[in-house]
């Protein structure tokens, strides 16, 4: 079985920052991508940002200069570094990764529980 486990959320001003966490544990031989979604209240989920194991990125245009995504492979850690945050930011935040377990016969798309991120003042 694989988990993520995702920190990090609250409630900040706007303009402020917040920096999100998460770990995934379990059956993991490797993981190739990992990301971050979110789903605002009202709307559908969107991609955030994508970081592959080998480093390339994408973000969605609404947080290109703001945001910052990283991971640290050894940890099985994917970062969200989250800055000058709006208010159009609030929603729950998801982490995403898909694993390649022991066996190597195909990738697990896993999805963490989400956390809240609120920017309001």
């Known amino acids: 079985q694989v988990q993520l486990v995702e920190s990090g959320g609250g409630l900040v001003q706007p303009g402020g920052s917040l920096r999100l966490s998460c770990t995934a544990s379990?059956?993991?031989?490797?993981?190739?991508?990992m990301g971050w979604y979110r789903q605002g209240l009202g709307k559908q989920r969107e991609l955030v940002a994508t970081?592959?194991?080998?480093?390339?990125?994408n973000y969605a245009d609404s947080v290109k200069g703001r945001f910052t995504i990283s991971r640290d492979n050894a940890k099985n850690t994917v970062y969200l570094q989250m800055n000058s945050l709006k208010a159009e930011d609030t929603a729950v935040y998801y982490c995403?990764?898909?694993?390649?377990?022991?066996?190597?016969?195909?990738?697990?798309?896993?999805w963490g529980q989400g956390t809240q991120v609120t920017v309001s003042s």
């Open positions: 970081i592959t194991r080998g480093g390339i990125i």
């Open positions: 995403n990764a898909d694993v390649l377990l022991p066996e190597r016969t195909f990738l697990l798309s896993t």
């Open positions: 379990g059956s993991i031989f490797s993981i190739y991508t």
